[in-house]
């Protein structure tokens, strides 16, 4: 018998190497991405390779449903929460899908980078305001609005933070070949021209605006990835092994603050008829941790930057 459960346990925590190969980095998903998000998102993949359709197509449908959801969030019935709930795991299951998408055909696209943490922002938006509007409506006074705020700015910086740490990882502990920087995307943006690439110069003012508030909150690493580049062509594999030895302790706090963890929070809230704790849990907990996660990513990236000259060196 437990030849048996450890076999079950060992096939359920293992993906096909179909699916594992459309993960950006199997460290960095968290337990219901991997057992649910990246499974079903990978099947939608395969489907929509099989009708052409591109990363960008379902990406605007998550967006779709995402937006819906937050509407549904918007009246007090249980029930339609529930059902928003429901939609907001599907458009979740989209932006799963849209990258496993673009791995599995190799559509990448500077255009599918920054459009879909930018859909994302836009569904918490729906999200925000629908939850601010479903609160005033129900009592509260006009301040609603300067919580909903605050709380909706802090989400952004939350999210900022940790895409940039994870695209840190990806990088540095990875050995990646793209981590964007703010004098990279000057240039490409100046590139561009108004007349002949409109949308594609207005995509990359708002990426370009997103990666420099990322390098405010993280100094450190960008310092370490200025570091980087000048001294090496490529990320050394002894620095890669230092690197996600740092780093990888922090995924699991990281992880809190990113949208299974809000929207678990969000499903109590409802079932308790008190979301507008969703606000401020965002300003204190969610500000908390993310002071405390910059402050380790300081540490490593201080910590680092003498290794790395050591590292030149020896060379």
């Not at 998903?29 to 052409?52: M, T």
């Not at 509407?71 to 932006?95: E, K, P, R, S, T």
């Not at 990513?297 to 790395?308: G, H, S, T, V, Y």
Request: overall charge positive; charged content about 20%; glycine content about 6%.
């Amino acid at each position: 018998m437990g030849s048996d459960l450890d076999t079950i346990s060992e096939f359920r925590s293992r993906p096909s190497p179909e699916i594992d190969a459309t993960y950006k980095s199997r460290e960095l998903e968290g337990i219901v991405d991997l057992f649910f998000y990246r499974r079903v998102g990978f099947r939608l993949a395969q489907f929509f390779a099989r009708l052409s359709f591109t990363p960008t197509a379902v990406t605007l449908i998550g967006g779709v449903f995402g937006i819906v959801a937050g509407h549904l969030y918007f009246y007090q019935a249980l029930a339609l929460n529930l059902i928003g709930m429901l939609f907001h795991v599907v458009a979740n299951i989209f932006d799963n899908a849209d990258g496993q998408l673009a791995r599995l055909t190799n559509q990448h696209s500077r255009t599918g980078r920054i459009l879909d943490p930018f859909v994302d922002h836009v569904i918490w938006v729906s999200i925000y305001v629908h939850l601010a509007l479903r609160l005033q409506l129900g009592g509260f006074s006009g301040a609603i609005w300067i919580l909903a705020l605050a709380a909706g700015l802090s989400h952004g910086l939350h999210a900022g933070a940790a895409d940039y740490c994870r695209n840190a990882y990806l990088y540095f502990g990875k050995g990646g070949n793209d981590f964007d920087s703010t004098p990279r995307l000057k240039q490409e943006y100046g590139q561009h021209s108004w007349r002949e690439a409109a949308w594609s110069k207005i995509l990359l003012r708002l990426y370009l605006n997103a990666v420099h508030e990322q390098e405010l909150l993280l100094p450190g690493v960008k310092r370490l990835h200025e570091k980087m580049q000048s001294e090496f062509e490529t990320v050394p594999q002894s620095f890669q092994s230092r690197y996600a030895d740092l780093a990888r302790p922090t995924f699991k706090w990281w992880s809190l603050l990113m949208t299974n963890s809000r929207m678990l929070v969000l499903f109590i809230l409802f079932l308790l008829r008190q979301p507008v704790w969703f606000f401020w849990l965002e300003i204190t907990v969610g500000n908390i941790l993310l002071v405390y996660l910059i402050s380790r990513q300081e540490k490593i990236a201080r910590a680092l930057i003498p290794f790395l000259t050591t590292q030149k060196d020896s060379a």
